[in-house]
C-alpha cells in the first residue's frame, strides 16, 4: 500500500500545471512552475516591455523539452493587428533572426494557424541537425506572444508539446 501511495504521489507531483500570469495575461499548460525574466526598453516607439516565461519538462526519458512564453508589450499606440504589414514584417525578421542566430539550420516550415482565435504565424527550424525550435507567434492589439518549444527534431512530436500550444489562452479579463 505504501508503495502505491508513493507511486501516486510522484506521477501527481510530475503532472503538468495550469499556469496563469499576473502580468502577462494568459493562461497555458506548463511542466513545472516557470523560470521568470522581466525586461524593459527603451526605444525610438517608446518603452517595450518583455516577459519570459520557461519551464524544462525532466519526465522525459532522453533529453528534455524547453517550453518557453514570451510576451512583449509594446507602446499602446503601437497597435500590431492594424492593417498595415508591421505583424508580418517581424514575424518575417524573427524567423529570420532565428535562422541566422542557430548553427546549421534550416526552415521547416512555415505557415499560419489560429491559436485562441487569433491569426498567428508558426515555424518549425531544424537545428544542429537533431534539434528544433517550434516557434507560434501571437498578435494580440500591441501584445505579441511567443509560444517556443526547443526539443529533438524526433522528440518535437509529443503530447506534451501539442497540449503547450493548444492549452495557450489570452486573458485581458483583469487588465
Known sequence: MKSFLYLF???FALEWQYYESDQGYFKVYLPESPTKNDQELDTDIGN??????????????????IYVVTH???????????ADSTVEYMCQTIKEGLLN????SELIYSGKEKINGIESQI????YESTNSIKTALIPFENHLYSLQQISTMEGRLNS????????????????
Open 101 to 104: 542566430q542557430l548553427q546549421d
Open 48 to 65: 517595450i516591455k518583455i516577459y519570459s516565461y520557461s519551464a524544462v519538462d525532466k519526465k522525459k526519458e532522453k533529453d528534455e523539452d
Open 72 to 82: 512583449t508589450i509594446y507602446p499602446e499606440d503601437f497597435i500590431l493587428t492594424g
Open 160 to 175: 506534451n508539446a501539442d497540449k503547450f500550444f493548444t492549452s495557450f489562452k489570452i486573458d485581458f479579463s483583469k487588465k
Open 123 to 126: 515555424f518549425l527550424v531544424k
Open 9 to 11: 504521489l510522484v506521477f
